[in-house]
């Protein structure tokens, strides 16, 4: 944690990560602050970087994105010019939620949404599969979600 966080901060990012939409007053009652204090500690908060965005969470089965996967990229070695590249070509595709570079048997995980088998097998065959350097691709469908969340643990 950094230590210029106090733990009226703390409270605020949790109460803010389960309920972004809460009013200012509602914010104020749940950490026990001023609705005028909350709300300058909320701005501080923006403005110094811990608050990056607000956002709804949508249920991706309720939108027709029935299924999940876990990708394990790999870039053949005698392509490591092209790693770069790579990301940012996967970075523009909506249905990838999350990319990392790993350690490990692969260069990137991703997590990707589509609608069903059908549009998966068209996200790799057509956009995934023709990246230049792609080696290895590896997929981890999601059977069932077990635990769901963005929440840090402050």
């Given at each position: 944690?950094k230590?210029d966080?106090d ?12 309920q972004?939409r809460?009013?200012?007053?509602d914010l ?7 609705p ?8 501080a ?12 969470k949508l249920?991706?089965?309720a ?8 990708v394990?990229?790999s870039i053949?070695?005698r ?9 940012v070509e996967?970075?523009k595709?909506?249905?990838v ?26 996200f790799?065959?057509?956009?995934l599969?023709?990246l ?14 077990i635990?769901?969340?963005?929440e840090l643990p402050?």
């Amino acid at each position: 944690m950094k230590d210029d966080l106090d733990k009226a901060d703390l409270k605020l990012l949790r109460v803010l990560q389960q309920q972004c939409r809460a009013s200012s007053q509602d914010l104020a009652e749940e950490t026990a602050m001023s609705p005028a204090t909350c709300w300058r500690r909320m701005k501080a908060l923006e403005e110094n970087g811990y608050i990056r965005e607000y956002s709804a969470k949508l249920d991706r089965r309720a939108l027709g994105f029935t299924l999940s996967a876990f990708v394990h990229v790999s870039i053949d070695r005698r392509y490591s010019e092209v790693v770069e590249d790579v990301a940012v070509e996967i970075a523009k595709r909506p249905e990838v939620l999350e990319c990392c570079a790993t350690t490990g048997d692969s260069d990137f995980t991703l997590r990707v949404v589509a609608r069903d088998i059908e549009d998966y097998d068209n996200f790799l065959e057509n956009f995934l599969f023709r990246l230049p350097g792609v080696g290895q691709v590896r997929s981890s469908i999601v059977l069932r979600e077990i635990k769901h969340t963005s929440e840090l643990p402050i």
